[in-house]
C-alpha cells in the first residue's frame, strides 16, 4: 500500500483510485529522482467506479521529482468503456510537494487523462483536472482531496471531486488499514452525456507490504441519490472486492 505524499498516489490508500493508484514512494526514501511502480489489478476502479468494465488491468508509473517539490509523471492501464471505446488509459501529471511541518504537507497539481485506442466515432474525451491535497501525518494519516475539471471528458460538464482518507499502520506487522470516502457532482446539460449527475463512493481496505511490494484487498461501493440509477444503467457502478499488488523501483 503506497503512502506517497503526491497526488499521482494520493488514493490508493484508501482505494479512491486515482488513476496514480500504483506510483511511487516518496522522494525521500529514494536517493534516485527517478521511481517507477507497476502492478496487476483484478479491477481499475476508479472513484468507485469501475474502467475496465469489473475485469483484471495492469498498470504502470513513473515519477520523477525535482528540487523544490516539482514532480511530474505518467501512468497507463488498459481500460475498457464497451464497444469502439479505448483500450488504454495513459495519464500525465505535473505539480509541486511542499511539507508545511513535521504533520503536515501540501500538494498541488495538474492531471492530464487521456485514451488511446478508440474507434474514429467514438470522439476524444481527454481533459485536464486540477488537484489539491492536504495531508496530517500522525498515528492516522488523514488526506483531504478536491479536484475540477472544467471540461470533463472533454464534453463542456464541469465535475468536481471531493474526498476525505484515512490510513493507519498496524505496528511493524507490515499491514495498514484504510478507507475513504469520496462526492463527485457533474455539472452537465440536460439530456446531454455524461449525464448530470452526484453520488458518492465509499471504500475500505487491508493492505501488507513484501519488500518492494504491496499487496491491497479492498471493498468498494457507490452510493447517494442518483448511485441508484447510475447501477441500473451500468454495472460499472455496483459495489465489489478488488485485489492489487503494486511493486516500487526506487
Excluded at 534516485?32 to 495492469?58: E, H, K, M
Excluded at 501540501?106 to 485506442?117: A, K, M, P, Q, S
Aim: aromatic share 14%; with cysteine.
Amino acid at each position: 500500500m503506497m503512502h506517497s505524499k503526491r497526488l499521482v498516489a494520493v488514493a490508493c490508500a484508501a482505494l479512491l483510485s486515482v488513476p496514480f493508484a500504483v506510483c511511487a514512494q516518496e522522494s525521500e526514501e529514494s536517493s534516485s529522482p527517478f521511481s517507477l511502480t507497476y502492478g496487476v489489478t483484478t479491477d481499475y476502479v476508479f472513484r468507485g467506479v469501475s474502467q475496465s468494465d469489473n475485469s483484471a488491468a495492469f498498470q504502470a508509473g513513473a515519477t520523477y521529482t525535482a528540487p523544490f517539490g516539482l514532480y511530474a509523471g505518467v501512468w497507463g492501464s488498459n481500460v475498457d468503456f464497451g464497444e469502439g471505446g479505448p483500450n488504454f488509459e495513459v495519464d500525465y501529471t505535473v505539480g509541486w510537494n511542499k511539507d508545511l511541518s513535521d504533520s503536515w504537507n501540501l500538494d498541488l497539481g495538474v492531471n492530464r487523462y487521456t485514451y488511446v485506442g478508440s474507434s474514429s466515432g467514438y470522439g476524444n474525451i481527454d481533459y485536464n483536472e486540477y488537484l489539491a491535497k492536504v495531508t496530517w501525518n500522525g498515528p492516522v494519516t488523514v488526506s483531504g482531496l478536491l479536484g475540477y475539471a472544467d471540461d470533463y471528458s472533454n464534453s463542456d460538464a464541469k465535475q468536481t471531486y471531493s474526498a476525505v482518507e484515512a490510513s493507519y499502520d498496524i505496528g511493524d506487522t507490515g499491514f495498514s488499514v484504510g478507507a475513504s470516502v469520496g462526492y463527485t457532482t457533474i455539472k452537465a446539460k440536460e439530456n446531454e452525456w455524461p449525464r448530470r449527475s452526484d453520488y458518492y463512493d465509499g471504500s475500505v481496505s487491508v493492505s501488507k507490504g513484501f519488500g518492494p511490494a504491496t499487496a491491497t484487498l479492498g471493498y468498494y461501493d457507490t452510493f447517494g441519490s442518483d448511485a441508484p440509477a447510475l447501477r441500473r444503467e451500468s454495472d460499472t457502478y455496483k459495489p465489489g472486492v478488488v485485489f492489487t499488488i503494486a511493486v516500487d523501483v526506487p
